[in-house]
């Protein structure tokens, strides 16, 4: 007995002096963090049931969660960078998806998801070198109205995957899409609709837009841009955002 506890006295001031961990960490294992939100219409009613999935630069799934009640999910990943955050409820039969682009999972992180019919894909910014102090956005705008008329008018999906040009974006003004950046409200200073390759010998359209540069400098190293689109002929709404550096690139 005495000479357990003498090891107990060794252990206690090895202990003290902080030459000893009791529940050493393994190297190998990446600390976690989380991912956590509100899922919601655009009437800022919750939405029960929506998918969140969290997808990583090959674009597998490497988490998911389900939105409960009052619309909140969580989802506990290891910490790194992720390709993408999206959520969805009844995708292409009563909505399509939010995307949250170039996700910084290094520290806790909220992202709220709003969907409607309309989706925000594929969001790209730069700031052009040597040209007027703005930044270029890229993203290719999806409406689900539009995409049901063209499929019918093509005689069915496989008809319609075979079209030289598969037009299923909205008809978007600048008074359609509200640009914020760190919740600051942009001016959009240039719209293009423009042509993307969706395949060999197939296109599909997204839009350019050129945008002013925010008042308030970002306070961290990633600005989050959010784009907001409301289709003014079909009521669809859309949105996504964008973690992006101002100094650097994605």
Known sequence: MKKAAGIGVVLFILLAMGLLEVFPQDANVAPTVKIFGRVSDFQGRAIEGAT???KDARFANKASATSGRDGSYALVVPQGHYLALAAVKGYQVQSLEYWAWNVPADRDLEINPRFDRLEVYAINAWRPQGAFPSYQIYFRPMSLSAAGKRIAEAGGLEQFQKLPVMDIA???????ITVAIDG???????LNKV????????????YLIQVGLPEKKADGEYSIITITLKDSKSGEQGEG????????TL
């Open 52 to 54: 969140v999935e969290l």
């Open 195 to 206: 042509r993307e390759a969706a395949g060999t010998g197939q296109s599909m359209f997204g």
């Open 184 to 190: 600051e409200n942009v001016k959009i200073l240039e």
């Open 170 to 176: 909205p008809e978007l003004g600048k008074k359609d």
């Open 241 to 248: 955002c964008l973690f992006f550096r101002p100094n650097g």
